[in-house]
């Protein structure tokens, strides 16, 4: 079983940054790919950002390229999403998650593909 807490969410101003960390716990090495995932009001859950942590190949939703960023440090089973120039539009819960899958660049299409999830932490950005 894996455990993933997230944290790091909050309110901030358009233009402003965050850092998201999601702290894994337990079998970790049967999970190849990571990921942050948002759901905004009245929207479906979406793909931020994955990485394969294995190798550390990272791929990025269009809409939050160049903006978004994220890594991980594999001594401490952590996982960080660095969000800046945010916009309102990025207003929404997010999420962490993990899978057994290798196919970190397609999960990033397909959220149903993760098999651990996160309890979500909320980030709210006021124009």
């Known amino acids: 079983q894996v455990q993933l807490v997230e944290s790091g969410g909050g309110s901030v101003q358009a233009g402003g940054s965050l850092r998201l960390s999601c702290a894994a716990y337990?079998?970790?090495?049967?999970?190849?790919?990571m990921g942050w995932f948002r759901q905004g009001p009245g929207k479906e859950r979406e793909g931020v950002a994955t990485i394969y942590t294995r190798a550390g190949i990272t791929y990025h939703a269009d809409s939050v390229k160049g903006r978004f960023t994220i890594s991980q440090d594999n001594a401490k089973n952590t996982v960080y999403l660095q969000m800046n120039s945010l916009k309102p539009e990025d207003t929404a819960m997010y999420f962490c998650?993990?899978?057994?899958?290798?196919?970190?660049?397609?999960?990033?299409?397909?959220?149903?593909?993760?098999?651990?999830w996160g309890q979500g932490t909320q980030v709210t950005v006021s124009s």
């Open positions: 998650a993990a899978a057994r899958s290798i196919y970190c660049y397609t999960l990033l299409g397909n959220p149903d593909g993760m098999d651990y």
């Open positions: 337990g079998n970790m090495w049967s999970t190849y790919c």
